[in-house]
């Protein structure tokens, strides 16, 4: 009876060591995926992190390549702005014919309204002529002896630009009209205050 009550404490012993062991073995393969588990949140991690690090870098190179297309588009910017001035400009150029048309027009219209006798001369058309020397002398002279010779007769001075001058141009232009191409050369190959044509026969 005691023997058996001995055989049964033992298989109860060795039943509780294997649970025990089992346990153990339980415990240590638990620790051991524990650990692969904490290692393999680790590795992701730090996968993560470097993949953090990367965007963050690759950002850096993008912000700092960034500044760089900046100037470019100011530049675009500026040219597109120099273009719209430069139409603006060319705008008002094409324009200005037409104010000068219309300032022109009001003058004329003034004009119409007051005798062309009494319009300033300084409102009219000025005209340069390019004169030798000799022949200014002579148009002086001649128009100088017909001012004072008018003068004399009518006691009323006759003005340079309103009277003298217009009266050469229309007397000159008048005998110019009536003359032949073969008069006009004669006259200008044949009088020393002119110069003289050349004509190939």
């Given at each position: 009876m005691s023997e058996s009550?001995?055989?049964?404490?033992?298989?109860?012993?060795?039943?509780?060591?294997?649970?025990?062991?089992r346990r153990s073995r339980r415990d240590r393969d638990n620790r051991g995926r524990?650990?692969?588990t904490e290692n393999e949140e680790q590795t992701s991690s730090t996968s993560q992190t470097s993949q953090t690090t990367q965007t963050e870098t690759s950002s850096q190179i993008d912000n700092t390549s960034q500044p760089s297309q900046t100037p470019q588009t100011t530049q675009t910017e500026q040219s597109q702005q120099t273009e719209q001035s430069g139409q603006t400009e060319a705008a008002e150029q094409d324009s200005s014919p037409d104010n000068t048309s219309q300032m022109s027009q009001t003058q004329s219209d003034t004009t119409d309204?007051?005798?062309?006798d009494e319009q300033p001369i300084k409102e009219r058309t000025h005209e340069t002529f390019y004169l030798r020397d000799d022949l200014r002398r002579e148009l002086?002279?001649?128009?100088?002896?017909?001012?004072?010779?008018?003068?004399?007769?009518f006691d009323t001075e006759l003005e340079k630009n309103r009277h003298l001058r217009p009266l050469l141009l229309h007397l000159g232009a008048k005998k110019l009209e009536d003359m032949d191409p073969e008069a006009i050369k004669s006259v200008l190959n044949e009088t020393d205050l002119?110069?003289?044509?050349?004509?190939?026969?």
């Amino acid at each position: 009876m005691s023997e058996s009550s001995d055989d049964g404490e033992d298989e109860d012993k060795d039943r509780a060591q294997r649970v025990r062991d089992r346990r153990s073995r339980r415990d240590r393969d638990n620790r051991g995926r524990g650990s692969d588990t904490e290692n393999e949140e680790q590795t992701s991690s730090t996968s993560q992190t470097s993949q953090t690090t990367q965007t963050e870098t690759s950002s850096q190179i993008d912000n700092t390549s960034q500044p760089s297309q900046t100037p470019q588009t100011t530049q675009t910017e500026q040219s597109q702005q120099t273009e719209q001035s430069g139409q603006t400009e060319a705008a008002e150029q094409d324009s200005s014919p037409d104010n000068t048309s219309q300032m022109s027009q009001t003058q004329s219209d003034t004009t119409d309204d007051q005798s062309l006798d009494e319009q300033p001369i300084k409102e009219r058309t000025h005209e340069t002529f390019y004169l030798r020397d000799d022949l200014r002398r002579e148009l002086r002279r001649i128009s100088g002896q017909a001012s004072l010779d008018f003068e004399m007769q009518f006691d009323t001075e006759l003005e340079k630009n309103r009277h003298l001058r217009p009266l050469l141009l229309h007397l000159g232009a008048k005998k110019l009209e009536d003359m032949d191409p073969e008069a006009i050369k004669s006259v200008l190959n044949e009088t020393d205050l002119l110069d003289s044509v050349e004509i190939d026969d």
